[in-house]
């Protein structure tokens, strides 16, 4: 399977979900099973406490963890769409200025595919950290996913 490089993963989920467009997250690394977005820090996304809305934190975890569903199963879309099934996150302290998060895979994605390939429709985690620019971790995210098979 070829490597998906950011440019692709960046472009397909700008052009597939506009939100992400809006609240315009950076997409600074991508590797199979991990992804690191950065939200630049805009007043008009700010809470009334100055920092980043709970929503845009809840918004760059949930497209952190598409980044990663999409680089490493592009190759499985003619075939399965991915769905988020769903989400948990925690808010641990304030967020203030830009932030970070990294999503990981929670299994390997050749098991994921061999899953599909074998007739099932499988789910899968993908763990979110949230960071401030000083390193402390301000939410944690786990988002559900699937792959369904397209009829």
Known sequence: MAT???ATVRNALT???PFVRLIGPEFLEHEEGR???RQPD???LHNHVGGPHAGVL??????A???VVIGAFMDQLPIATPLAVSAD???LKLARGEVTAEA???RPAADVRAELADGGRPEFDVAVTIRRADGEMVAEMTVRWTLRPND
């Open 4 to 6: 998906v490089d950011l």
């Open 15 to 17: 052009g597939l979900v």
């Open 35 to 37: 992804a690191l977005l």
């Open 42 to 44: 805009r007043e008009e």
């Open 58 to 63: 809840f918004s760059l975890a949930e497209t």
């Open 65 to 67: 963890s598409g980044a």
């Open 89 to 91: 996150i925690r808010y």
């Open 104 to 106: 990981l895979l929670s």
